[in-house]
Structures are given as structure tokens and as C-alpha cells.
């Protein structure tokens, strides 16, 4: 009797009686035969509801648990279902796992925590399982915490941004709250439906509590935002911005870089030619032109002096880019006077790329002027980007979007997995 109380205490069960042990030489791991209390048993698996017995299911069944030291352990019992009022036959719930679990509760936590705080190989290893089922784990944990928690309760001022996974090929729209600065909603797409169901999900009353919404400057954004929270104030991402103006310089880096190169146009033939000497010095200052000019290292300072001297054009596009900066940096009036030097710089600049930016610009001068005045964190939208970006990649070789987004919110919502048997 004292072993079986050891035994329940050592996985952490609750709400649960160990009936026996064994050791699986074929599995080579700890085999405990549990079952539900008597108040925890005929409950519906997906609801909780006390139901009438259906049958018995698939008979016994295994779960992974925690390991002990170095031992794999499996929790064994019964899975019969129940007549639930609500989900008709239901395999009936049970204290030490998540509903359609393969893996315990604790099990789930502490590879969702793992996801979040390690590496891939970290925990794949740790936890001797595959990437693919890590993913489903998450995607548990995190639906679970969903049930749990409103996200989108109390929101103010809110940034809303697409981010792309998958090379590119797929989509996400996210929600950030700015005064907290969680994630708060995150499903996949980038077209008006899906941002149309968040401001579903928001309901009507708390969507016209929303004071200001920053965004990039696509339409679609624009057209539902107007729609559906018509008394927010709308500010132009800073970010999108600088993206914007990343990408004129980066049209007049190629135009420096097939110069150089000497690349001809003969008939309707390109002729590649290698990169060599002055072309492929330009292509190796891509990285110092992008980047913030106070994270240089020593050595891209040298390509940007290089640059200085060799291209006034590119030069020039490179400062153009940097005062951009600069502008969101000030903010305030400033910030907007600043800008109208830019508007002016940019116009007489003989940068095709940058006269076309200018354009732009002016047409969403009130969105632009509008983040100026309320400060909106540049730095909170361009830090989640970045962090989303990075998740992607880790959870590359989950199995759809949901487990991305789980985890994405695992990490950014600010409700983060706990670990098994603390609080
Ligand atoms: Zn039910």
C-alpha cells in the first residue's frame, strides 16, 4: 500500500490510485496500471460533463510520463467511453493527461517549456521524441492555456502585422498589444477574412475601446481597420517604414552593383558577368548598408567609407535611409519637421527609388504623423517580427501552422508553459 502512495507521488498523480507496477523488458520501461478516483471517473474527455458508461473503447492504453532518472515510464489504464449529453461517445477523461494525449499532462508541460526556453536538439534529446510530436505537444499546452486565459481583454492600442513562414510562401497575421507587449492574437493568412475574424473574436464593444492601431500600409489592413474599428486612431508602422526605405537603397545598391559588374544588355541576352573586384566589394557592403549604423562592425564601417568614396549615389541612397531612421528616433514635432526635410532631400535626391519613396510617404502622411505624435514602439513591432521569424524556423517540421502559432504564443503572450510540479 505505502509503495503504490510512493509511486502516485513520485509521477505526480492526482485524482488518481495506482493499482500495480511492472517492468516492460521489450519497452524497457516502468509500467504503472493507474485508474481515476471514483469522482473522476464517467466524465466526458472534451467537456468534464459526468456521463452515462458507452463501452470500452480501445480497451488499456499507454501514456508516456515523466522519466525517472534515466527510465522511460508509461501510465497504464483503461480508456472506456461515455454517452456524453453534448459530444455523444466520448473516451472519458482522465486526471494525468490532456484529451487525445498520447503523453502525460506533466509530460506535455515540460516539452512545451523546452520548445520554449532550448533547442530543438535540446529537447528532441532530453525528451526522446520526435520534432513532429513536440509540435502536437504545443499545440496541446497552448490550447489548453487559450481555454484558460482572454487574450483580448482590456486592449487599447494594438499593432497588427504580417509576418511570412515557410519561405515566404505562407502568412501570418499577428496582434500585438502595445501596452503590454504580448502577442495577443495570431492565426494564419494575410488578406481581409482573417483579420476580419480577429476583430470577431475582439466582439464590437472592445473593438471601439481601441485608441490607436499602428500597421504596415497595405490596403486590405487599412479597408478592415477603417471598417471595423472606425474610432482608433490609425499609425503607420515605423518599422514598415524603414523596410520601405531599405528596399529604394537596395534598388540603388543593384544599380551600383550592374554598373560595376559591367553587366550588357546585348539583344535580349543578360550576359552574367562574375563578380569581381568593385561589384563584389558593393555586394559585400549589403550588410553594412542595411544595418543600424551604431551596430557596425569595424570592419563594415571600413565597407561604408569604402562606399563613400567610390559612390556618391549609393552614398547618398545610404543616408537617405539612416535620416529615415532618425526621424522615428526624435518623433514628436521634431520628428514631423524632420520629416519634411526628409520629403524635401528625397524629392531632389536623383534616386529614382528614393523620389518614388517620397511619394508613398506623402500619401500616408497622416498615418506617419500620427505615430510621430503617440510614440508607438517602433522597437516592440520590429522585436516581435524578429522573434516570430525565429520561432518559424524552430518550428520548422511541426506539422501545419497551429503548432507555430501555439508556440508563438507560449513564448510572446505572456502566459508561458509551466514546468511539471511548479507553480
Ligand atoms: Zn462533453
Same mark, same amino acid.
Given at each position: ?19 500495480g ?53 508509461f ?17 472519458? =477523461? /482522465?486526471? !494525468?493527461?490532456?484529451? +487525445? &494525449?498520447?503523453?502525460? $499532462?506533466?509530460?506535455? @508541460?515540460?516539452? #512545451?517549456?523546452?520548445?520554449v526556453?532550448?533547442s ?7 525528451? =526522446? /521524441?520526435? !520534432?513532429?510530436?513536440? +509540435? &502536437?505537444?504545443?499545440? $496541446?499546452?497552448?490550447? @489548453?492555456?487559450? #481555454? ?10 494594438i ?7 515557410k519561405?515566404?510562401?505562407?502568412y501570418l497575421?499577428v496582434?500585438?498589444?502595445? @501596452? ?13 477574412v ?18 490607436h ?20 486612431v ?25 554598373e ?6 546585348s ?5 552574367r558577368?562574375?563578380?569581381k ?12 548598408l ?37 526621424v ?19 524629392r ?61 504564443m ?14
Amino acid at each position: 500500500m505505502r509503495e503504490k502512495s510512493v509511486w502516485r507521488r513520485a509521477c505526480g498523480l492526482s485524482d488518481t490510485v495506482v493499482e500495480g507496477l511492472d517492468f516492460d523488458d521489450a519497452a524497457e520501461a516502468v509500467i504503472v496500471s493507474v485508474r481515476p478516483v471514483a469522482k473522476a471517473r464517467r466524465r466526458c474527455g472534451r467537456c468534464g460533463r459526468r456521463s452515462a458508461g458507452y463501452d470500452q473503447g480501445e480497451g488499456r492504453r499507454r501514456w508516456r510520463a515523466l522519466d525517472l532518472g534515466s527510465t522511460r515510464v508509461f501510465l497504464e489504464a483503461d480508456a472506456p467511453r461515455v454517452r456524453c449529453r453534448l459530444h455523444g461517445p466520448t473516451v472519458a =477523461r /482522465v486526471p !494525468w493527461a490532456r484529451h +487525445g &494525449a498520447g503523453h502525460t $499532462r506533466d509530460f506535455d @508541460d515540460l516539452a #512545451a517549456w523546452l520548445a520554449v526556453h532550448t533547442s530543438k536538439s535540446a529537447a528532441m534529446q532530453l525528451l =526522446r /521524441v520526435a !520534432w513532429r510530436t513536440v +509540435g &502536437a505537444i504545443v499545440a $496541446r499546452v497552448g490550447a @489548453d492555456i487559450d #481555454a484558460q486565459v482572454d487574450r483580448l481583454e482590456g486592449l487599447r492600442r494594438i499593432g497588427i502585422d504580417e509576418i511570412s513562414y515557410k519561405r515566404g510562401h505562407r502568412y501570418l497575421v499577428v496582434v500585438i498589444d502595445h @501596452d503590454t507587449r504580448r502577442l495577443v492574437w495570431a492565426a494564419p493568412g494575410r488578406d481581409e477574412v482573417t483579420l476580419h475574424r480577429f476583430f470577431d473574436d475582439l466582439g464590437e464593444e472592445r473593438a471601439a475601446r481601441l485608441t490607436h492601431i499602428s500597421a504596415d500600409m497595405a490596403d486590405w489592413i487599412a479597408k478592415t481597420v477603417a471598417a471595423r474599428a472606425p474610432g482608433a486612431v490609425r499609425c503607420a508602422d515605423p518599422f514598415h517604414v524603414v523596410v520601405w526605405a531599405m528596399e529604394a537603397l537596395d534598388t540603388e545598391r543593384s544599380r551600383a552593383w550592374n554598373e560595376a559588374a559591367g553587366r550588357r544588355r546585348s539583344g535580349l541576352v543578360l550576359r552574367r558577368v562574375r563578380a569581381k573586384g568593385e561589384a563584389l566589394k558593393i555586394r559585400r557592403a549589403r550588410y553594412a548598408l542595411w544595418k543600424n549604423r551604431d551596430d557596425l562592425t569595424p570592419r563594415q564601417e571600413h565597407q561604408l567609407a569604402w562606399v563613400a568614396k567610390t559612390d556618391p549615389r549609393l552614398w547618398r541612397a545610404y543616408l537617405l535611409k539612416e535620416a529615415l531612421r532618425y526621424v522615428f528616433a526624435v518623433k514628436g514635432e521634431e520628428g514631423k519637421e524632420a520629416l519634411d526635410r526628409w520629403l524635401a532631400w528625397a524629392r531632389r535626391s536623383r534616386l529614382p527609388a528614393f523620389v518614388l519613396l517620397a511619394r508613398r510617404i506623402v500619401v500616408h502622411r497622416a498615418a506617419i504623423d500620427a505615430t510621430l505624435e503617440h510614440d508607438l514602439s517602433q522597437g516592440l513591432i520590429e522585436s516581435t517580427n524578429t522573434k516570430i521569424r525565429l520561432l518559424t524556423r524552430v518550428a520548422f517540421g511541426f506539422h501545419g501552422p497551429e503548432p507555430l502559432i501555439a508556440l508563438a504564443m507560449l513564448a510572446l503572450g505572456g502566459y508561458p508553459p509551466r514546468l511539471p510540479g511548479r507553480n
